[in-house]
């Protein structure tokens, strides 16, 4: 009698586990279906993700590079120490101007460039997204301590700050 007991939890412990167990995988599962990662061309540069897997490219627009075609824009995203050219289609934002910070959502596609399905442009003069506001601050060409980001005319040819302005040195 006892033996049968232990044997019916040990069941229904088993159970529980197989479960839990499945019901876990199937979230993470469909979790890491919904993750977007957010890179900035310095990133792709540095090991571009070529899983096909859709990603946030953030940076400013390149003073410049906006080629316009009908619904068809071609642009390039830098974050001021290398570039990324995107490929969109579609109607732009009414906020999307060159040298103004962009995050745009999409995949890479095999020759380098990136396919843009959607392209988020800043708020207003002063919102800058703070992905891409980090991603400058990484490649050493802005620190928001020392006021606010140079002209976007200025993006394509500024230099790195020196080592001991960049933000965290």
């Not at 090991?47 to 096909?52: E, F, K, L, R, T």
Request: aromatic residues 8%; positive net charge.
């Amino acid at each position: 009698m006892a033996a049968a007991r232990r044997r019916r939890r040990l069941w229904v412990l088993l159970l529980c586990g197989l479960g839990l167990g499945t019901a876990s995988a199937l979230a993470l599962t469909a979790f890491q279906d919904n993750l977007v990662f957010f890179r900035s061309p310095s990133d792709i540069v540095a090991g571009a993700p070529n899983d096909g897997r859709a990603f946030r490219l953030g940076g400013l627009v390149e003073a410049g590079s906006v080629v316009r075609d009908g619904e068809r824009a071609r642009f390039r995203v830098t974050d001021g120490a290398n570039t990324i050219s995107v490929a969109y289609r579609g109607v732009l934002p009414d906020l999307f101007r060159e040298g103004q910070g962009v995050v745009t959502l999409g995949r890479m596609l095999p020759d380098g460039s990136f396919a843009a399905a959607e392209v988020l442009a800043r708020h207003d003069e002063t919102y800058m997204p703070p992905e891409v506001k980090d991603a400058l601050e990484r490649s050493g060409h802005w620190n928001p301590s020392q006021g606010a980001a140079p002209p976007p005319s200025g993006w394509n040819t500024m230099q790195p700050a020196p080592a001991g302005a960049r933000t965290g040195e």
